[in-house]
């Protein structure tokens, strides 16, 4: 049985949404689903349970994503296990495909290509996203894709989740680049902050967690994988590409500085897109698995 662990905080617009996407078509026995509502005040608990089997509902008053993935770990027992944020959608085809591809046990750690939905999103977003399609971190499904599968083998790796801003992040540098893939011909649908204010909140709160990781696990950060800067320079031969590129390094600049002052002086507050959770998805028949 495979076993998926979303963690739910006050997700009741799209938590709907991602079970359906990967509960349709899938067998009697086949999955394990297990929402962990933490800190929840609306009704992501009551929307969760409606679905019954194979959707299992645990609940914490605590608002804490680490909590919640460690809960969902206590209650699950098959693997592989996959990891799944409750603002994505997921086909029951690519999580077959994932666990497929871990079942050979060259490699311990996989997740799919994300797939951007830009639905509502202004043209500086669309800009932004335009850049960042043409760069290596693009292509890295373990910190992009809002899912990641490990193997029983791969999840031995580390113990519990440490209270950390990027799980995914974290799960990455567990992982030589060889120890880890992202397929190619599978997707999860990943949907995009509408505004730039809310692009660059997402952005600040990556660069937080890059900052963080680098500095508690600064042994483990050189399995992060391939540099963007390379790429992004090359990129600057293309005037065609200028206003776009502009966008992107705005964006990336102003949310690093902001990273850096609130790691320097401690104080972050888990912030996060709303606008992505209204949107009406251009992309559905992707999340029912039309691109795997």
């Known amino acids: 049985m495979i076993s998926v662990v979303v963690p739910a905080h006050n997700e009741s617009t799209v938590i709907?949404?991602?079970?359906?996407?990967?509960?349709?078509?899938?067998?009697?026995?086949?999955?394990?689903?297990?929402?962990?509502?933490?800190?929840c005040v609306d009704d992501t608990a009551a929307i969760a349970r409606s679905f019954g089997l194979p959707v299992?509902?645990?609940?914490?008053?605590?608002?804490?994503?680490?909590?919640?993935?460690?809960?969902?770990d206590q209650a699950a027992s098959g693997f592989p296990r996959i990891y799944v944020d409750a603002d994505v959608t997921l086909s029951v085809h690519t999580i077959r495909a994932l666990a497929?591809?871990?079942?050979?046990?060259?490699?311990?750690?996989?997740?799919?290509?994300?797939?951007?939905?830009?639905?509502?999103?202004?043209?500086?977003?669309r800009a932004y996203f335009?850049?960042?399609?043409?760069?290596?971190?693009?292509?890295?499904?373990?910190?992009?894709?809002?899912?990641?599968?490990?193997?029983?083998?791969?999840?031995?790796?580390?113990k519990e989740f440490p209270k950390l801003t990027a799980d995914d992040g974290y799960v990455r540098v567990q992982f030589k680049p060889e120890e880890r893939e992202t397929l190619a011909l599978v997707s999860s649908v990943v949907f995009a902050p509408?505004?730039?204010?809310?692009?660059i909140l997402?952005?600040?709160?990556?660069?937080?967690?890059t900052f963080e990781?680098?500095?508690?696990?600064?042994?483990?950060?050189?399995?992060?994988?391939?540099?963007?800067?390379?790429?992004?320079?090359?990129?600057?031969?293309?005037?065609?590409?200028?206003p776009n590129l502009l966008v992107y390094c705005y964006v990336n600049?102003?949310?690093?500085?902001?990273?850096?002052?609130?790691?320097?002086?401690k104080n972050f507050v888990w912030e996060r897109d709303n606008t992505s959770r209204g949107a009406v998805t251009m992309a559905s028949e992707l999340s029912e698995g039309s691109r795997t």
């Open 202 to 209: 997402v952005r600040t709160r990556a660069h937080y967690g």
């Open 130 to 158: 335009d850049i960042r399609s043409r760069l290596p971190s693009a292509r890295e499904g373990i910190g992009g894709s809002g899912v990641y599968a490990l193997s029983e083998r791969g999840r031995s790796r580390f």
């Open 16 to 39: 709907a949404r991602g079970l359906s996407a990967m509960t349709n078509g899938a067998a009697p026995g086949e999955l394990d689903v297990i929402v962990v509502c933490n800190g």
């Open 253 to 265: 600049i102003i949310a690093r500085h902001k990273a850096k002052a609130r790691f320097r002086s």
């Open 213 to 242: 990781l680098a500095h508690l696990f600064s042994d483990l950060w050189r399995n992060r994988g391939e540099s963007n800067h390379k790429i992004l320079r090359a990129l600057f031969r293309y005037p065609s590409l200028w």
């Open 56 to 72: 299992r509902v645990i609940e914490s008053a605590i608002g804490s994503k680490s909590l919640a993935l460690n809960l969902g």
């Open 100 to 125: 497929s591809r871990l079942e050979s046990g060259d490699v311990l750690a996989v997740a799919p290509l994300p797939f951007v939905d830009m639905t509502g999103c202004s043209w500086l977003v």
């Open 194 to 199: 509408r505004t730039m204010k809310d692009l």
